[in-house]
């Protein structure tokens, strides 16, 4: 079974865009998992094939039309059972544990909005889950579609060329990752610190973990404290 994105966008030339390069691409190659976009312009019944208007109540901008972005997703979800998603910046903030959930599904149908946002009537009706990829606003859906794909593909079994390095990174243990060194040794006058080359792999692990808990403290206290930081990894 390999991984399906739909991506409903007014602007189907952004896809994949980096996903088709690199491990994601190759990937998508192997047939381990595959985009399609359908263009909601196509779903208008108008002359001017219109896919906004004004708002409701007034207000800058533009809204998303309900009756053709709804036979858009409708068509996307016949005999189709994968999760709707909505990118917005009124949704619930994406985490890694919503990634894996949805990278053990079959796939996912992703709306990107544009202008002002949808009609709420649309995601009411349609039963849209509502996605943030942060506090801050794009001028699209597109690239937190593809910022949302990135994380999910990564972790498909077998597009990792070591699987095992997806386990230890961070929010994985509930904390940030410990720092990282390579060679040469001594880098402006820097030296890698000496446990990381000791060979003992105890003392090493004690390190990166005490080095993780002090990350975490400083950055991201809030890792910490709420019962939702501390997520299950695969393990
Ligand atoms: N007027 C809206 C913002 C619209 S931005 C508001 O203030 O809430 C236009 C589109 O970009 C949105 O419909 C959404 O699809 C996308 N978008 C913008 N910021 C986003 C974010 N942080 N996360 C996910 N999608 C976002």
Redesign the pocket.
């Known amino acids: 079974m390999s991984f399906r994105a739909t991506i409903l966008t007014l602007y189907p030339e952004m896809f994949p865009g980096h996903l088709g390069t690199s491990l994601a691409g190759k990937a998508m190659e192997r047939g381990q998992w595959s985009l399609d976009t359908m263009q909601i312009r196509d779903f208008a019944t108008d002359r001017h094939r219109t896919v906004d208007d004004t708002p409701a109540g007034g207000g800058a901008?533009m809204v998303l039309k309900p009756d053709v972005l709804a036979r858009a997703i409708d068509h996307a979800s016949e005999n189709d059972h994968r999760p709707r998603l909505?990118?917005?910046?009124?949704?619930k903030p994406l985490t890694q544990k919503r990634v894996r959930e949805l990278a053990r599904g079959d796939g996912v149908i992703i709306?990107?909005?544009?202008?002002?946002?949808?009609d709420q009537r649309v995601i009411d009706g349609r039963d849209l889950e509502e996605?943030?990829?942060?506090?801050?606003?794009?001028?699209?859906?597109e690239p937190?579609a593809l910022i949302l794909l990135d994380a999910i593909i990564r972790i498909l079994p077998g597009v990792m060329g070591n699987d095992l390095s997806g386990l230890h990174e961070s929010f994985e243990g509930g904390l940030l990752e410990h720092p990282h060194y390579t060679r040469p040794q001594i880098w402006e006058g820097n030296e890698i610190p000496a446990v990381l080359t000791s060979g003992n792999h105890a003392a090493i692990a004690k390190w990166q973990r005490e080095k993780a808990e002090e990350l975490t403290r400083e950055r991201r206290p809030d890792l910490l404290e709420k019962p939702s930081g501390k997520q299950t990894g695969s393990r």
Request: aromatic share 8%; net charge neutral; hydrophobic share 35%.
């Open positions: 901008g909505l990118m917005s910046p009124r949704g709306v990107c909005g544009r202008f002002e946002g949808v996605v943030s990829i942060g506090d801050y606003i794009l001028s699209g859906g937190a």
